[in-house]
T-cell receptor
Framework: DGGITQSPKYLFRKEGQNVTLSCEQN?????MYWYRQDPGQGLRLIYY???????QKGDIAEGYSVSREKKESFPLTVTSAQKNPTAFYLC????????????FGPGTRLTVT | EDKVVQSPLSLVVHEGDTVTLNCSYE??????LLWYKQEKKAPTFLFML????IEKKSGRLSSILDKKELFSILNITATQTGDSAIYLC???????????FGKGTKLTVNP
């Protein structure tokens, strides 16, 4: 079965701790994306990567970091510098240079207290 | 600043009603407009529109794009409770493969 997996589904952390969210795809897609979704805010782009070993900041990159060492994987680290990290995080992928639709993973709900 | 505006933000209807969801945009270097349905977690793809005036249809759902007036509509006829979801509109910027999302329309269909 081809698709995008995100783990874990739910994550709880104490303030001040870094946390890494996993995103894996077996769709052979070149491009991968991380979004944050808050109630009433829609999806906002954090980081995206069009190719292995390259990534660009999205609209709200502050306090986040990513890596793209493998085509299949695009982990997101939420650092302690992110002032309001509690949110629903969605990973997506697409074939690349478009227009191509983005396919979404099931998401990770992060709660920081 | 690039923006995508959806209206209404929330809508409650009865089963069998027809609904129209709106999406207007101001995005540099427009490439395509996409509609997604989000029920609980992962948004699922509905339509991609690139040309004005060509209706895309899938069952009871249809959508059309007006590139001159910079908007799109998503129609759902004979609504069912299973249509209850958040409907997201996104516009793709050429050259960056970035999607700019609207805030979504939350549709509730009551029996």
């Amino acid at each position: 079965d081809g698709g995008i997996t995100q783990s874990p589904k739910y994550l709880f952390r104490k303030e001040g701790q870094n946390v890494t969210l996993s995103c894996e795809q077996n769709l052979n897609h070149d491009a991968m994306y991380w979004y944050r979704q808050d109630p009433g805010q829609g999806l906002r782009l954090i980081y995206y990567s069009q190719i292995v070993n390259d990534f660009q900041k999205g609209d709200i990159a502050e306090g986040y970091s990513v890596s793209r060492e493998k085509k299949e994987s695009f982990p997101l680290t939420v650092t302690s510098a992110q002032k309001n990290p509690t949110a629903f995080y969605l990973c997506a992928s697409s074939y690349g240079v478009g227009p191509y639709e983005q396919y979404f993973g099931p998401g990770t709900r992060l709660t920081v207290t | 600043e690039d923006k995508v505006v959806q209206s209404p933000l929330s809508l409650v209807v009865h089963e069998g009603d027809t609904v129209t969801l709106n999406c207007s945009y101001e995005v540099t270097n427009f490439r395509s407009l996409l509609w997604y349905k989000q029920e609980k977690k992962a948004p699922t793809f509905l339509f991609m529109l690139t040309s004005s005036g060509i209706e895309k249809k899938s069952g009871r759902l249809s959508s059309i794009l007006d590139k001159k007036e910079l908007f799109s509509i998503l129609n759902i006829t004979a609504t069912q409770t299973g249509d209850s979801a958040i409907y997201l509109c996104a516009v793709e910027q050429g050259g960056s493969e970035k999607l700019v999302f609207g805030k979504g329309t939350k549709l509730t269909v009551n029996p």
